[in-house]
């Protein structure tokens, strides 16, 4: 069986289809990865095929931004050319394989690219707040803002609403092309009538209740051996554990960044910071901060005392796994939604950058690390096999 594995955005979208290819390979699969240009090395360093699709995210997430809100006239030329861009990648990705997997809520076009090739498909997404239920509202967007006092109910309607204003046009026009009928429910559709959840059940449950139904896999997570850095490792040993900050692939204002750097020195502690997307810089390093690259967050979160952060899904389960208190400063989408669970369970916090001195106060309080080690202990963690198998026996 070969199975082709889509996705659009940052490196937390790619890394979880990553660690998906690698159990399919242990059964005896192959896999072959859809992603944007800036993941083509390190997909191809594992050793899988990889097809790449659209302009290099990071480039694109660090741009600056026009002032106000795209205009009307804007949004269907993005809209054209988003959609335009998957039908023109995706047949050719898909060509020999035997199922179609689409990540992330921008897969366009990956259900009816299977749809025409007559293949499976199974869309999967990282975060309970990304599939429609009344009882989870939706993540924000950019797009257009929620009212506070609106119902999850209502905010759900109006979600579905934007799909169809700003995608259906595009996507029936590309539909017709291939001879596929028009949708009704761009979102809907998109998701399918049963989606895979790939989070942590303990961490992000799929509420009872919901009408939709889904299959909660638990999260993918990528196997890391690593080492430290030397010199992170000595920088960890030479004191207390500090804290951790780190935005991954968001671009911050640099205001932003600099008051969450500052709350953290009120904190007194030692810090590691991971410079990033944001291009985090506390400064000249030495016995109090030391700045690092991408490394092994599995092996560092175990040695600190708190973690900052965005609220990725990604960071947030590790965090999670490794037992330590977190601080989650969101800035979009899912984000907002992590960090109301890590709240709600009494893990650490979330927070604006001007209220970060006093969160993080409370995350580094021993009762927090206490939880934060017992949510550990009950958070499985072979998920990504398990959807292996699920995901060959469709293929059959």
Known sequence: MRALLST?????????????????RALGHEARLCAPPDFGAWVEGLGFGFVPIGPEVRRAATAPRPAGRPTPEQLRQLAEATVSTQFATLPEAAEGCDVLVGATALQLAARSV???????YVYVG????????????????PMYAAAEDEPAARLW????????????AALNGHRAALGLPPVEGVRDHLFTDRPWLAADPVLGPWPEGAELEVWQSGAWLLPDARPLPPELAGFLDAGEPPVYVGFGSMALAPETGEAVLAAVRESGRRMVVLR????????????????????????LFRR???????????????????????????QSYDQHYWGRRVAEL???????????????????KPETAERARALAARMPADAAATAARKLGGLAR
């Not at 299977?114 to 499976?120: D, F, K, S, T, V």
């Not at 309607?157 to 259906?168: F, P």
């Open 114 to 120: 299977a749809e025409r090739l007559g293949l499976p």
């Open 276 to 299: 990033g997307w944001a291009g985090l810089t506390p400064g000249s390093d030495g016995p109090d901060r030391l700045t690092v690259e991408e490394v092994n967050q599995t092996a």
């Open 157 to 168: 309607e109006r979600d579905a609403e934007h799909w169809d204003a700003m995608w259906g």
């Open 8 to 24: 659009i955005g940052s490196r937390g979208d790619v890394q979880p289809l990553l660690a998906l290819a690698l159990e399919l």
């Open 304 to 330: 600190v005392a708190a973690v900052v952060h965005h609220g990725g899904a990604g960071t947030t389960t590790a965090a999670a796994l490794a037992g330590a208190p977190q601080v989650i400063v969101p």
């Open 126 to 141: 990282y975060c309970p707040a990304g599939l429609p239920n009344p009882l989870v509202p939706p993540a924000p967007t």
């Open 346 to 364: 009494g893990v650490g916090g979330t927070t604006t950058p001007e209220g970060l001195a006093g969160t993080l106060a409370g995350a580094l």
